[in-house]
Nanobody, 120 residues
Framework: QVQLVESGGGLVQPGGSLRLSCAAS????????MGWYRQAPGKQRELVAT???????HYADSVKGRFTISRDSATNTGYLEMNSLKPEDTAVYYC??????????????WGQGTQVTVSS
């Protein structure tokens, strides 16, 4: 089995910062791309940022210059550093990882989500 466990969400004032973590564990041979998505109330889930196994990154226009995605391949952990947070960043943030399990193939896995609330 594979698990993705997120942490680091919470309540922050506008202009503040948060760092989300996503730890992958279980029967993992290799973690391929990792990403962060978010879903605000009444809205569809949207892509925030992705990072490949080689370290190439992609960001949604709404977070460029404010958010930074990174990963630690040694510990199978992904991170999302969020700065200059705005009320419109309020959402449940989900970690996603494409993971290769030896002999079984590659599959997408999701974390349980962590709430980020930006409010004064």
């Amino acid at each position: 089995q594979v698990q993705l466990v997120e942490s680091g969400g919470g309540l922050v004032q506008p202009g503040g910062s948060l760092r989300l973590s996503c730890a992958a564990s279980g029967n993992i041979f290799r973690v391929n791309a990792m990403g962060w998505y978010r879903q605000a109330p009444g809205k569809q889930r949207e892509l925030v940022a992705t990072i490949t196994s080689a370290g190439s990154t992609h960001y949604a226009d709404s977070v460029k210059g404010r958010f930074t995605i990174s990963r630690d391949s040694a510990t199978n952990t992904g991170y999302l550093e969020m700065n200059s947070l705005k009320p419109e960043d309020t959402a449940v943030y989900y970690c996603n990882a494409n993971i290769y399990r030896y002999g079984l193939g590659s599959y997408d896995y999701w974390g349980q989500g962590t709430q980020v609330t930006v409010s004064s």
